[in-house]
């Protein structure tokens, strides 16, 4: 064999170059993204278009024409309606968020004792967050202290009793019952969800069939409907002298509703498990619920995630529901406070709505950005 005496074959790696000008910066992206086509072209700039009306306007609306310190309405009010503002005034009323802030975060519940339901939400945080975070250690410790000790040590604190006052729940509203509406039901309802769908998954008719009818039911029903019967019927069927505290008739009303939702997101992920797992883990010897813990459920729940968090964040808006049996929650405490003579303006409602409605999202957003940050960190069996 001879050896090539090629001139044009190189001997050494070429270091790898850079992209062209054009392809990089500013210019490339708005290129590739906002103006790659003529239908781009046009709907960019219809975009950009709106954004310039609409913009300047809530702007405006929201912080440079807004009334951000007052006592009562004549500071958000116009001087034809009795106020301090010009006529056309047109901006929001964050005095009145202001004024009703307390009210909004804790209802009625006695100014004094404040402090109780405020030590709740940091035991609260302090626990849920090191078990959000993947790489803190101590999982099995951690939950146990959020989902079997904080339930107890938060009910003696917001309610009383052994040494401190007792505040009835009718005294409960704002944030807080939002929050323990939906972190109740969210808790008890995915494992609620997981016993349904195995259940009706199950070989057994009996077990099969309790939890068919059970589902279907539930969610052939509106959530207000299980909240008027859990408020209004169940009372009914109790003997005489008999009463349940209606917040936690709410409580097992929500996280019932939820169950049934939740039970057929997990029944969708185990459908998606290959035979093959259920054949390997019976030829391994693993019994019935080893096969499940340790195999099935880990697979099908990292397959349902996202709707997983979908009907966790469906719960979290629904909670506002509660105000129609007579319950104040977020929502509840700011239409309350619509009646309010004192802040009786043509802009307070909107500016309260805006303020429920930014709380809600800010959680809801919340838990849609960790549910993605979850799918990247379970995501392993895609990984290049």
């Not at 951690?142 to 009793?161: E, H, Q, R």
């Not at 998954?201 to 539930?218: K, M, Q, Y």
């Not at 009303?253 to 998606?272: D, H, K, N, P, W």
Request: hydrophobic content about 50%; glycine content about 8%.
């Amino acid at each position: 064999m001879t050896r090539s005496t090629n001139a044009f074959v190189t001997r050494t790696i070429i270091t790898p170059s850079p992209p062209p000008a054009g392809e990089r910066g500013l210019g490339a992206w708005l290129r590739r993204n906002l103006f790659a086509t003529p239908k781009d072209i046009v709907l960019t700039i219809l975009a950009l278009a709106l954004l310039g009306y609409i913009v300047p306007h809530l702007l405006n609306w929201l912080f440079l024409q807004a009334v951000w310190d007052g006592t009562d309405r004549t500071f958000c009010a116009t001087k034809v309606q009795g106020g301090t503002q010009p006529d056309g005034w047109n901006g929001a009323c964050w005095a009145f968020v202001k004024a009703k802030y307390d009210q909004m975060l804790f209802g009625r519940y006695p100014i004094t004792e404040r402090w109780r339901p405020t030590l709740v939400a940091i035991l609260f945080v302090l626990t849920l967050v090191p078990l959000l975070i993947p790489k803190v250690p101590f999982k099995g410790l951690n939950a146990a202290l959020l989902l079997l000790v904080l339930p107890f040590i938060s009910f003696w604190l917001l309610y009383g009793g052994f040494g401190l006052q007792i505040v009835e729940t009718p005294l409960w509203g704002g944030l807080m019952v939002t929050l323990i509406l939906s972190f109740v039901g969210i808790a008890a309802s995915l494992p609620l969800g997981i016993l349904l769908a195995l259940g009706r998954r199950s070989d057994l008719p009996a077990i099969r069939l309790i939890c068919v009818t059970f589902i279907e039911i539930v969610r052939g029903i509106p959530l207000i409907t299980v909240l008027f019967m859990a408020s209004v019927m169940l009372p009914l069927f109790l003997p005489t002298g008999w009463t349940i505290d209606k917040f936690l008739r709410a409580l097992v009303g929500v996280s019932i509703f939820t169950s049934a939702y939740m039970a057929e997101v997990i029944r969708g992920g185990l459908q998606a498990i290959p035979k093959g797992q259920f054949e390997g883990a019976d030829a391994l010897g693993l019994s019935y619920w080893q096969k499940t813990r340790l195999i099935i459920l880990p697979q099908a729940i990292k397959l349902v995630v996202p709707s997983i968090v979908n009907t966790f964040i469906g719960t979290f808006k629904d909670t506002s529901l509660v105000s129609i049996i007579g319950m104040y929650d977020l929502l509840g405490i700011v239409q309350f406070n619509f009646t309010d003579a004192t802040w009786a303006t043509a802009v307070t409602p909107m500016t309260g709505l805006v303020f429920a409605g930014f709380v809600f999202w800010l959680f809801c957003f919340g838990m849609s950005r960790y549910s993605s940050f979850m799918e990247r960190h379970l995501d392993t069996g895609h990984k290049r």
